[in-house]
T-cell receptor
Framework: DAGITQSPRYKITETGRQVTLMCHQT?????MFWYRQDLGHGLRLIYY???????DKGEVPDGYVVSRSKTENFPLTLESATRSQTSVYFC??????????????FGPGTRLLVL | SQQGEEDPQALSIQEGENATMNCSYK?????LQWYRQNSGRGLVHLIL?????REKHSGRLRVTLDTSKKSSSLLITASRAADTASYFC????????????FGTGTRLLVSP
């Protein structure tokens, strides 16, 4: 089905392990985003990408790495997971028809628990 | 720091009543968006209002924008139990980039 998908939907890992969260969109949107959602903080931007091979930091990038070798994929890697990275992670995408922020389309989220 | 702050944090109403949520922001914007999030789901875009617009409608939704007060409101008329969700406002940073900054949301509970 067309849209934006995330995998896995649920993940339990241990402190210090590397974890990769996957995001895939079928719209060929230029922009893709990773957010984390925590109680009391709303959604906070981790990283974003304007196109393949173009990425930039958001508000809370520490401890995360992203890549974008293909337009449709935007994986997020936690290099050495910490308990503070327990959260719900959302991927989103948007077109770039104007210079301004347009509608973002969100995936279903990945619930990550770091023990 | 949060660009958008919603008020109230939580709202509980009966079916058929109207629900009003407010959003205040700090810096100038190009547009403001409202999103809905059902429990355990991703966010869904509801409406986008540009800085040169004062009011916009979409079905039972009415959004206003007052750039002089740096505030917006979302009105849901004739609420239904299915409207139970969290509602977030999101603003751009007027920097020419595609980034949005989200508020912490209003949790709406509509009881049958």
């Amino acid at each position: 089905d067309a849209g934006i998908t995330q995998s896995p939907r649920y993940k339990i890992t241990e402190t210090g392990r590397q974890v990769t969260l996957m995001c895939h969109q079928t719209w060929s949107h230029s922009y893709m985003f990773w957010y984390r959602q925590d109680l009391g903080h709303g959604l906070r931007l981790i990283y974003y990408s304007a196109a393949a091979d173009i990425t930039d930091k958001g508000e809370v990038p520490d401890g995360y790495v992203v890549s974008r070798s293909k337009t449709e994929n935007f994986p997020l890697t936690l290099e050495s997971a910490t308990r503070s990275q327990t959260s719900v992670y959302f991927c989103a995408s948007s077109e770039s028809r104007t210079p301004f922020a347009e509608t973002q389309y969100f995936g279903p989220g990945t619930r990550l628990l770091v023990l | 720091s949060q660009q958008g702050e919603e008020d109230p944090q939580a709202l509980s109403i009966q079916e058929g009543e109207n629900a009003t949520m407010n959003c205040s922001y700090k810096t100038s914007i190009n547009n403001l968006q409202w999103y809905r999030q059902n429990s355990g789901r991703g966010l869904v875009h509801l409406i986008l209002i540009r800085s040169n617009e004062r009011e916009k409608h979409s079905g039972r939704l009415r959004v206003t924008l007052d750039t002089s007060k740096k505030s917006s409101s979302l009105l849901i008329t004739a609420s239904r139990a299915a409207d139970t969700a969290s509602y977030f406002c999101a603003t751009d940073l007027n920097t020419g980039f595609q980034k949005l900054v989200f508020g912490t949301g209003t949790r709406l509970l509509v009881s049958p």
